[in-house]
């Protein structure tokens, strides 16, 4: 891989420590202050360079007119999470208007069944954007390995991407388990198996890029020792199952951030400076329009298990804030 340019470290530095920032509420449901700035620092150790430019840079490296990528998102499980978390399907949203209008690609959302209402009601909003020089559409799976498996066949067969994305989606521990960050798990058969399109990915030499927040999302994998010595509950499972928490399946490139919608507006906003193209940022009012739908399709705050305008215990107006300072980033480094 070709060294970072000095003006490509200094941007891709400033979006990093902008999308790395400990928000998490100090007292609650979340996590504990202080995980986010360790699961950042495994991350970019094991990478070596800012890791939202590197995400983009490799996007860049293998999108172009016609191509396809698909984004994977939706995590949680009844009866906190019917429909999913506001994590997640806002970020993979953002993130697929930016590949479709810069580079005049396809891009397949993929959720599960039970994620579908609040993806979708996301994919409305930006898809009321678009110009035409992209698209965007969206696929659902099926619960359990079997009809995962059907649905990654058929997406590999039909579509040939070129690149798998991965936006706040749980992938199994070694016991092929899925859990929450604080160690509640599901079952197999609870849930849809969209990780398969890593393992799948991988095997045909596929471009991989994971993004989440607290190491049982797909993509850590790859940092998996680093990240259970890290985790703040000892990455232990309320199931008692031994391999705990963090995920076995790895991504190319893995892009830690203190929210997952962060992670894809950081690598949303890396691909605007690589392109330079502003238009490409995500900004305040379309964040505002997103959280409002994707709550009024049934998402609920992964923090507090609750139906409001809020991401991870985070208000939104903090979420608009965030999207302008890193719109911000890339003007003035623009």
């Given at each position: 891989m070709m060294t970072p340019t000095n003006h490509e470290l200094l941007v891709g530095e400033r979006i990093d420590q902008l999308m790395s920032l400990e928000m998490r509420p100090l007292r609650g449901k979340g996590l504990p202050s202080g995980y986010v700035s360790q699961l950042y620092r495994i991350c970019r150790e094991h990478h070596g360079e800012p890791l939202a430019m590197l995400a983009a840079k490799k996007l860049a490296g293998v999108l172009s007119p016609g191509k396809v990528v698909v984004i994977a998102t939706g995590a949680g499980i009844a009866p906190n999470l019917p429909y999913?978390?506001?994590?997640?399907?806002?970020?993979?949203?953002?993130?697929?208007?930016?590949?479709?209008?810069?580079?005049?690609?396809?891009?397949?959302?993929?959720?599960?069944?039970?994620?579908?209402?609040?993806?979708?009601?996301?994919?409305?909003?930006?898809?009321?954007?678009?110009?035409?020089?992209?698209?965007?559409?969206?696929?659902?799976?099926?619960?359990?390995?079997?009809e995962g498996m059907k649905m990654c066949e058929s997406i590999f067969s039909d579509l040939n991407p070129v690149s798998i994305i991965f936006v706040e989606r749980d992938g199994p521990n070694a016991e092929g388990i899925f859990h929450g960050v604080r160690g509640d798990f599901r079952t197999p058969d609870q849930v849809g198996h969209l990780y398969l399109l890593a393992d799948m990915a991988h095997q045909k030499q596929v471009l991989t890029i994971g993004?989440?927040?607290?190491?049982?999302?797909?993509?850590?994998?790859?940092?998996?020792?680093?990240?259970?010595?890290?985790?703040?509950?000892?990455?232990?499972?309320?199931?008692?199952?031994?391999?705990?928490?963090?995920?076995?399946?790895?991504?190319?490139?893995?892009?830690?951030?203190?929210?997952?919608?962060?992670?894809?507006?950081?690598?949303?906003?890396?691909?605007?400076?690589?392109?330079?193209r502003l238009d490409l940022t995500h900004i305040p009012e379309c964040e505002k329009a997103l959280i409002a739908a994707c709550v009024a399709a049934g998402a609920r705050d992964g923090a507090t298990s609750l139906q409001e305008e809020a991401v991870d215990g985070i208000d939104l107006e903090t979420h608009m804030a965030f999207t302008r300072m890193l719109g911000s980033i890339i003007s003035i480094s623009l």
């Open positions: 999913g978390e506001t994590d997640g399907p806002p970020g993979a949203l953002a993130l697929a208007r930016a590949l479709a209008e810069g580079f005049d690609c396809h891009v397949l959302i993929a959720t599960e069944h039970d994620h579908l209402p609040p993806v979708e009601a996301c994919r409305n909003v930006i898809q009321s954007q678009l110009t035409g020089r992209g698209s965007i559409s969206g696929v659902s799976f099926a619960k359990g390995k079997a993004i989440g927040d607290g190491g049982n999302e797909v993509g850590f994998g790859a940092v998996r020792e680093q990240v259970a010595l890290a985790h703040p509950y000892g990455a232990k499972s309320h199931g008692e199952f031994p391999s705990g928490v963090i995920t076995v399946t790895s991504t190319d490139v893995v892009v830690a951030a203190s929210v997952s919608n962060w992670g894809a507006y950081a690598v949303t906003a890396a691909l605007a400076w690589l392109l330079k």
